[in-house]
């Protein structure tokens, strides 16, 4: 038995998160041990699937945007708020969601989060690109070396040996591979950039991108037939379905209870008053052209 599905991005988005939450792996770790979340486009479903509400504050950090790579204005003005220079995240990165035994925790240092991680733990972050192969790459924009965030979680990993989750849309597929495509990009070696120049780290873990939610919550196989829309489906994917009838009602009433999934309202820091230390945007770019809230966008990471 076959059926054709559309999701577009948001959708995808919430879609996976309830996938990633009925899982083993996280299921136990909220009734025993440690979830940290990395907030973001591809994680605010999850939050919200744990508390039953959004989350207040940052949702989002890095984003890309009609104008560029970019970060959310609560992003920025929490980093304006550590004073100038660039900042090891370990030490001053608060944002992360944190819950113990499924209790959301007080804000604390990236570094004291992972310490306290082990085997039985899960953290979860999402991707900026997902190549043909399953590989994965997240952005980062911080240039003080170890690969901003990210590169401190991938550091604690190989000594915690937690469980990497790592959710992401196919809207992320970009037709070379993540190798290739973490060479070409650089934060150091860009020159002219719209917005903060970014490195792409290859990252290891558990991806789960819609394929893999659709198996792991109904047992439908799904094939992308085709991508991209209009009228707000922009970064849409169409799927096929395939299983016994069982399997597709289940996927299909999965999938009804997602539909129309939309993500928070996203506020852009202003050009002119930014204070981003590596942003190469000139003021007079954004002038007249930057929406005060940027619905359209894919922000991640």
Known sequence: MKTEVVLTPAESKKLIAVAILNSYEVRNALKQGIVAVHPSSSTVFLYEGILG?????VWVCG???PKGLCISRDAAEMIASRGPGIHDPREVSRQTWFFKKGVLQEPA???EILEQMGENDV????CNALDPQGNTGVLFGNPA?????????????RRKKFLLFLPVGIEKLIPVSISEAGHKAGAKNAGKTMGIPCGLMPVSGRKVDEVDALS???GVEATPIAAGGIGGAEGAVVLVLEGNEEQIQKAVTLLQ???GARLPDLHLPDCPTCTYPTCRLRPEICRGSRPAIARTVSPDD
């Open 257 to 259: 209870s997602v539909k």
């Open 216 to 218: 792991m919550l109904s």
């Open 123 to 126: 953290y979860i972050k999402g």
């Open 145 to 157: 070396g170890g690969g901003g965030t990210i590169g401190k979680v991938i550091a604690a990993l």
């Open 63 to 65: 984003v890309v945007a």
């Open 109 to 111: 240092p990236l570094g």
């Open 53 to 57: 509400r959004t989350p207040e504050g």
